[in-house]
């Protein structure tokens, strides 16, 4: 597609449960990163795809965070037992290959979790 | 500045004015580094980059200025509009190739 595109846009979820969030990177990149984004903070690194390598998960902050990748396309990132503190602005991002000059990060539009 | 929680670093500028947002960045390994701006309720967009073997960069209306020596980026606005309200950040990337991100400043432009 042109851009990232994130869904679902919005998501409120009561304590406890589940969330699965998902992202379409653009086609052709293949490097693909999530990041968290508190109210009024700044983006929180969670996790990095890049191509077919093991994923640097070093961001995430819990083991009830996991993401997955098929390939270079979607990307997955799922919450379990969600908690209140999970609440924030889900961020995707993806680009072509790292070490290309100048190669930039695509950014979608998030998705807003909120725990209820 | 930087600060945390709601309390954003702000910079409030008339229309016309021109209006710089200043970045600290931490490690001197990065080698790139990038501007975004986000818009309430947006994604963050890419406004302009610059790598570490340049010093300044132009685009249409903005100029990003490096400084290696006191690790301190700069983005510079000609003539501020009211449509540039938003969020900027600044981001570094160096080897790990993984952008931080620096906490962001609020730019407020008046009409």
């Known amino acids: 597609g042109a851009g990232v595109s994130q869904s679902p846009s919005n998501k409120v979820t009561e304590k406890g449960k589940d969330v699965e969030l998902r992202c379409d990177p653009i086609?052709?990149?293949?490097?693909l990163y999530w990041y968290r984004q508190r109210l009024g903070q700044g983006l929180e690194f969670l996790i990095y795809?890049?191509?077919?390598?093991?994923?640097?998960k070093s961001g995430l902050p819990s083991d009830r965070f996991s993401a997955e990748r098929t390939g270079e396309s979607v990307s997955t990132l799922t919450i379990q037992r969600t908690q209140q503190e999970d609440s924030a602005v889900y961020l995707c991002?993806?680009?072509?290959?790292?070490?290309?000059?100048?190669?930039?990060?695509?950014f979608g539009s998030g998705t807003r979790l909120t725990v209820v | 500045g930087e600060s945390v929680g709601l309390h954003l670093p702000t910079l409030s500028v008339q229309e016309g004015d021109n209006s710089i947002i200043n970045c600290a960045y931490s490690?001197?390994?990065?080698?790139?580094f990038i501007w975004y701006k986000q818009e309430s309720g947006k994604g963050p967009q890419f406004i302009i980059d610059?790598?570490?073997?340049?010093d300044k960069r132009q685009g249409q209306r903005v100029t990003v200025l490096l400084n290696k020596t006191v690790k301190h980026l700069s983005l510079q606005i000609a003539a501020t509009q009211p449509g540039d309200s938003a969020v900027y950040f600044c981001?570094?990337?160096?080897?790990?190739?993984?952008?931080?991100f620096g906490r962001g400043t609020s730019l407020i432009v008046h009409p």
């Open positions: 991002a993806s680009s072509l290959s790292p070490g290309q000059l100048n190669y930039g990060y695509t």
């Open positions: 086609s052709g990149h293949t490097a």
């Open positions: 795809f890049q191509g077919n390598s093991a994923p640097d």
């Open positions: 490690n001197s390994a990065s080698d790139y």
């Open positions: 610059i790598r570490s073997n340049m």
């Open positions: 981001a570094e990337e160096g080897g790990s190739y993984i952008p931080t």
